[in-house]
């Protein structure tokens, strides 16, 4: 199977970008520690968003943690310092040039 990456948007409100860290930085390691996660990264965009980059073993694994408590108390976490719905877009990577770097 191929591994999947993924990339969460999150949309912090007016004055919540502080708050809306903290609650995904605490979401980290209960996402590290479940089966088939190989990166789940939180970043900071330059249009203001948060970003989680991750990659999975496969798509049963994103599912799994799509389904799991880990994601249940994150959306719980975030949700009062959102002001639109997370945009989530699954990839599956096409690799090109070298190996090491064509691809995540």
């Known amino acids: ?7 969460a948007a999150f949309h912090p409100i ?6 809306l860290t903290a609650a995904l930085e605490q979401s980290l390691a209960a ?3 479940e089966d ?4 789940y990264a939180l970043h900071d965009a330059e249009d203001g968003t948060l970003v989680l980059i991750e990659k999975w073993s496969s798509r ?3 599912a799994a943690h799509a389904a799991g408590d880990a994601v249940v108390r994150l959306n719980a976490a975030v949700a009062p310092f959102l002001v639109r ?7 599956t990577a096409l690799p090109a040039g070298d190996a090491r770097r064509g691809a995540i």
């Open 60 to 62: 049963d694994a994103l």
């Open 1 to 7: 199977m191929s591994a999947v990456v993924v990339t």
């Open 36 to 39: 088939g996660c190989e990166l």
């Open 31 to 33: 996402v590290h520690a």
């Open 14 to 19: 007016e004055g919540g970008r502080e708050s």
């Open 85 to 91: 719905p997370t945009t989530v877009t699954a990839m």
